[in-house]
């Protein structure tokens, strides 16, 4: 059964960093396209980023792009969101899911993000 579990969200300050991780089981990780959305307070679901299977094609959202930075590591099954010069708008729980996009019946659980001085 598909396993998707979040981790590295915390308490942030505007301009810092956090490093988002999302470890993978339970299905070929390699063989898929894997995304990070979010969800703020109040607000509808937003598609952050995504990355191709080979990590060869990626996605950004305008709202982050230039500041996030997604990756993979195949070999252990793993997905990353580098995320820099944080703003209180990036607030919110952030998700890891096994597509491209937003349409998919796999998600984690999702991990806290909280950017406030």
């Known amino acids: 059964q598909v396993q998707l579990v979040e981790s590295g969200g915390g308490l942030a300050q505007p301009g810092g960093s956090l490093r988002l991780s999302c470890a993978a089981s339970?299905?070929?990780?390699?063989?898929?396209?894997m995304s990070w959305a979010r969800q703020a307070p109040g607000k509808g679901l937003e598609w952050v980023s995504g990355?191709?299977?080979?990590?060869?094609?990626?996605y950004y959202a305008d709202s982050v792009k230039g500041r996030f930075t997604i990756s993979r590591d195949n070999a252990n099954n793993r997905l990353y969101l580098q995320m820099n010069h944080l703003k209180p708008e990036d607030t919110a729980l952030y998700y890891c899911?096994?597509?491209?996009?937003?349409?998919?019946?796999?998600w984690g659980q999702g991990t806290q993000v909280t950017v406030s001085s």
């Open positions: 899911t096994k597509s491209w996009g937003l349409n998919s019946k796999d």
């Open positions: 339970g299905f070929n990780f390699n063989h898929y396209a």
């Open positions: 990355i191709y299977r080979d990590g060869s094609v990626t």
